[in-house]
Nanobody
Framework: QVQLVESGGGLVQAGGSLRLPCAPS????????MGWFRQVPGKEREFVAA????????YYADSVKGRFTISRDNAKNTMYLQFNNLKPEDTAVYYC???????????????WGQGTQVTVSS
């Protein structure tokens, strides 16, 4: 069982930047794929980005390509999501997830953090 702890959410103006860290409760296995999802009220949770812990290969939703960057720090056992050029439509609860996999074009995770609110004001 892996517990995930996110932090770093908050209120930011449009065009601004923010970084969310996610720290697993135990050392991640090299085979893990971790990532981020987001959800707004009344909508399904959607995939944002993922990273292979072993080799750093990254994956992004089209809506965030070029603005968000996912990364990991092996020494700190922490994953990050860097937001740049934030837009009001990026407002959501962001969830860290581990042990991600794809089925067709859809992404799924087995372990989830509690979520952190990011609000972008116009």
């Amino acid at each position: 069982q892996v517990q995930l702890v996110e932090s770093g959410g908050g209120l930011v103006q449009a065009g601004g930047s923010l970084r969310l860290p996610c720290a697993p409760s135990r050392r991640t296995f090299s085979s893990y794929r971790m990532g981020w999802f987001r959800q707004v009220p009344g909508k399904e949770r959607e995939f944002v980005a993922a990273i292979n812990w072993s080799d750093g290969t990254t994956y992004y939703a089209d809506s965030v390509k070029g603005r968000f960057t996912i990364s990991r720090d092996n020494a700190k056992n922490t994953m990050y999501l860097q937001f740049n050029n934030l837009k009001p439509e990026d407002t959501a609860v962001y969830y860290c997830a581990a042990d991600l996999r794809t089925i067709g074009s859809s992404w799924y995770g087995d372990y989830w953090g509690q979520g952190t609110q990011v609000t972008v004001s116009s």
